[in-house]
């Protein structure tokens, strides 16, 4: 009598490593879909010489560390920068640390968020709960659209501060 495998179902496939007929080695972990900011780092690179051309750096900033960033750089040919900020600090600033729900559980992580910033340091444009496939394309195409609004309008300065003097008279007069 054969058991049934469907106690299976719906739990993690354990991961596993074996030579093919070749030799080579297949594990399970590398015939995964890759997860998103793989995706997102891959496409940037592909389009990396796109970005150049029109004197765009790509930085992508994650809470992991350096040696982790130099691994992924590594096992994948990455050619853009991955910012360290361990302690969330930038991310935080960026407001792009927050609730996020998988699988209906609710937990803090960082949110898939990208930022056009112009060469004066002035945010552009954001994008918000990106998806990653296509995303360096579309990027690439709200640069371009920025540097024409760039050329076409006059950069307007921010309003200046007016301070507002408030003068008191003594209670009862």
């Known amino acids: 009598m054969r058991l049934s495998r469907n106690f299976l179902v719906g739990r993690k496939a354990p991961d596993f490593c074996l030579p093919d007929q070749n030799g080579r080695k297949h594990c399970l972990k590398d015939h995964l879909k890759k ?5 997102e780092a891959q496409q940037f690179t592909s389009l990396l010489s796109f970005y150049e051309k029109q004197n765009v750096s790509i930085l992508g900033v994650s809470p992991d560390t350096a040696e982790s960033h130099k691994k992924f750089e590594k ?3 990455l050619k853009i920068a ?3 900020d361990p302690d969330k600090t930038v991310i935080k600033k960026y407001g792009a640390w927050g609730k996020k729900l998988f699988m209906g559980k609710a937990f803090e992580g960082v949110l898939r968020t990208t930022f056009v910033i112009s060469p004066s340091g002035v945010i552009q444009f954001v994008f918000e709960s990106v998806k990653p496939e296509g995303h360096a394309a ?3 195409g ?3 659209e920025c540097k024409l609004k760039e050329l076409a309008e006059p950069v307007r300065p921010l309003a200046r501060k007016t301070e507002a003097k ?3 008279t003594p209670a009862g007069s």
């Open 82 to 84: 991955v910012l360290s």
């Open 75 to 77: 096992k994948y040919g």
């Open 35 to 39: 997860g998103g900011c793989t995706i």
């Open 142 to 144: 709200k640069v371009g």
């Open 138 to 140: 579309e990027v690439l």
């Open 166 to 168: 408030v003068e008191r």
